[in-house]
Structure formats: C-alpha cells, structure tokens
C-alpha cells in the first residue's frame, strides 16, 4: 500500500484541469501534432473509439503499461480503435520521449506541443481515457487503476463496432 501511495505520488502532476473532464459527457477537445508530424485531432476521429493515455517517460507505472496498451492497439485498431500516447515531458525530453517510441505501434506526441488541450493537465499520470464513437468519454483509468488487458477488454471492446452485434441471437 505505501508503495502504491508512493508510485501514485511520484507520478502525480502539478496541475489540475481547469474545467474537470467527466465520464458521461462529451470529450473535450484536443489538436496537437504527433511526433510524426501529423495531426491528432479528437473531434475528426468521431466515428472511432479512441484512447488517450497521458504518461511521461520518467514515470514508472505509465511505462509499465506501455506494452499492454500496445498490443490492445495492434489487436485492435483495424475494428476502429485509436490511440494516442500523449507525453506530458519537458519540451526538451521530446528526443527521449521519441526514443521511447520506438518500440511502439501507436502514435504518440507532445502535451507541451498541443494547439489545444482542453483536457488540462492530468491529475496524475498514468492517466487514461476512453472516448466512444460519438465522442463521449465512457471512462477513465488513473494511477492506481492502471490500464491492464482486462481492464482495456471490459471498457473499449464494447464499444468497438465488431464486437456490438456479434452475439447470437
């Protein structure tokens, strides 16, 4: 337990977003180039489901679940799944930040980088959330609730349209 309060304090950010992001409600907006060079833009991906997970290179717990978000995406992203590893490093780790990177399938960028962020600042990193197909966050995972293959199947694959209807009946 205090290693958990401790990895939880470790990662916590500064800052808080100025306008709360809620479950249920519409996701809020965010444009910002990907270490690619293109565009992420939230509201242009409506029609998919799409992860944001906010993390940093210098924390522990968000690398840790790096490879299971991976593999969530690879498995996953011809159904219509997105995702987005947004960094909340200095602008000044970006080569870090893009090294890291590598070894990933999904896209990544920077927070600093962001042309508009109205998620804020997390309130801790790890940090993720989990937006429908109309654009509506259906949940989010934080320090402490890390994001697991468990957890990503019980939240997004029923909100992927391959999985809705497969059912007999």
């Not at 401790?6 to 809620?22: H, I, K, R, Y």
């Not at 060079?37 to 029609?47: M, S, V």
């Not at 999904?106 to 937006?131: E, H, Q, R, S």
């Amino acid at each position: 337990m205090a290693l958990a309060l401790l990895l939880g304090a470790a990662c916590a950010a500064a800052d808080t977003p100025a306008v709360p992001v809620e479950v249920g409600r519409p996701a809020p907006a965010l444009i910002v180039p990907r270490l690619d060079g293109r565009t992420f833009d939230l509201a242009a991906l409506r029609g998919q489901v799409v992860i944001v997970n906010f993390w940093a290179s210098w924390c522990s717990p968000c690398r840790a679940e790096m490879p299971q978000l991976d593999a969530f995406y690879r498995q996953h992203h011809a159904q219509g799944l997105e995702l987005l590893g947004l960094s909340v490093d200095d602008p000044q780790d970006r080569a870090t930040v893009a090294h890291i990177m590598k070894s990933f399938s999904y896209p990544a960028a920077m927070a600093v980088a962001a042309k508009v962020n109205d998620f804020g600042a997390p309130l801790a990193v790890p940090m993720t959330w989990i937006i429908d197909a109309k654009g509506v966050v259906r949940a989010r995972l934080i320090a402490g609730n890390t994001v697991t293959m468990h957890s990503l199947e019980q939240v997004v694959l029923p909100l992927l349209p391959q999985s809705q209807g497969t059912r007999a009946p």
